[in-house]
């Protein structure tokens, strides 16, 4: 058994696959019943989704635990994590402390792509009532692009300079959030946005909900598909953030998957819910950038001075610490925007 890796891909490959077909079902649950007519999402409607879906993820990361209780469980990885100073129910408690992490940091991290998703929708006028059929297919490619980036980072973090990289990016990232203004949206520039405007011939108005459509024996893409494509790219974008985010949280890649994948399953939920007020919470992006430096640091933590002595003797940062920090920060964020109103520009 991997001694670092309680749930190797090679041996866990079935447990990967019945999530996601689990996902799937879901999904197809999502559209095909409860959402099959296009409508706008209300207040409401979006906050009793946004409870649903948290459930759900909290409800996944429950049933980890319970099955790395029974999985660690036997003789062999008994005797594998003694030579780690760890019994099987407290590595059990690791993981599921580890998932409830990184479903937090990614959940944290996805403010930036609602903040994003809302100007993409803005500039293109787009209906309300289409905006619900866009983020579904954007989040169902999302999951691909995350599993692809998530199975790199598989492989790629078991180099320690790799892992050095990656840290120092986080941090360079949460700097950067914290010292530049506001997003600022120019999607005509996009290189993507412009190959396809070249390939395809796009309707100048939006044509229902459809993505494409036929005029005269001509296939045309319409608007939607522009914003669509958007979508697509600025979650891959994010990606690049919030994937060794949660690596840095834990190295077992099926935590890492399971916890980002039921973390962004309720965005759609989350954007119609925080769309509208986001300006209240104008110190939030503080807080998130004190999050990835923190991240950041515990990739770097052997080779930072003062950081390395908080490690304990299997060379991590406690699980319990983190989760601590985490939740501190984003309250500390949350409960200072809202005590600190936003100054506006004359």
């Avoid at 049933?63 to 062999?76: C, N, R």
């Avoid at 229902?208 to 319409?222: E, N, P």
């Avoid at 890649?253 to 209240?280: E, K, Q």
């Avoid at 991590?316 to 520009?345: D, E, H, N, Q, Y």
Wanted: glycine content about 8%.
């Amino acid at each position: 058994m991997d001694a670092t890796v309680l749930f190797p891909f090679a041996e866990y490959w079935w447990v990967y696959g019945v999530f996601t077909l689990l996902v799937l079902a879901v999904l197809a649950l999502d559209l095909g019943v409860f959402h099959k007519q296009a409508h706008e999402v209300s207040f409401r409607e979006a906050a009793v989704w946004s409870v649903v879906w948290v459930v759900l993820g909290l409800s996944v990361g429950a049933v980890l635990w319970w099955y790395a209780g029974h999985a660690l469980d036997d003789p062999e990885r008994i005797a594998a994590l003694a030579k780690l100073g760890e019994t099987s129910a407290a590595a059990a408690d690791r993981i599921g402390m580890e998932y409830l992490a990184g479903y937090i940091v990614e959940k944290a991290l996805a403010v930036d792509n609602v903040f994003v998703w809302a100007m993409i929708f803005s500039y293109f006028a787009v209906p309300a009532q289409y905006q619900h059929r866009i983020l579904f297919y954007g989040i169902l490619g999302a999951i691909v692009f995350r599993a692809v980036f998530i199975a790199l980072g598989a492989v790629l973090l078991q180099y320690q300079w790799i892992v050095w990289l990656a840290g120092g990016f986080l941090i360079l990232t949460g700097i950067k959030m914290a010292v530049v203004g506001d997003h600022k949206l120019e999607p005509e520039r996009n290189p993507v946005v412009r190959l396809l405007r070249r390939l395809l011939p796009i309707t100048p108005t939006m044509e229902g909900q459809s993505f494409f459509v036929r005029r005269d024996g001509l296939l045309m893409a319409t608007p939607l598909l522009l914003v669509l494509v958007l979508v697509e790219v600025t979650d891959i974008i994010f990606s690049i953030d919030s994937v060794p985010a949660i690596f840095a949280i834990t190295n077992e890649p099926l935590v890492v998957f399971t916890s980002n994948i039921c973390a962004i399953l309720g965005l759609r939920a989350m954007y119609f819910l925080l769309a509208s007020v986001m300006d209240r919470f104008h110190l939030l992006k503080y807080g998130l950038s004190l999050i990835l430096v923190f991240v950041g640091l515990k990739m770097l933590g052997e080779i930072v001075p003062g950081f390395n002595q908080l490690l304990d003797a299997k060379g991590k940062f406690p699980i319990t610490w983190s989760l601590g920090i985490i939740c501190g920060i984003l309250a500390v964020s949350v409960v200072a925007s809202l005590m600190i109103p936003k100054r506006t520009k004359p």
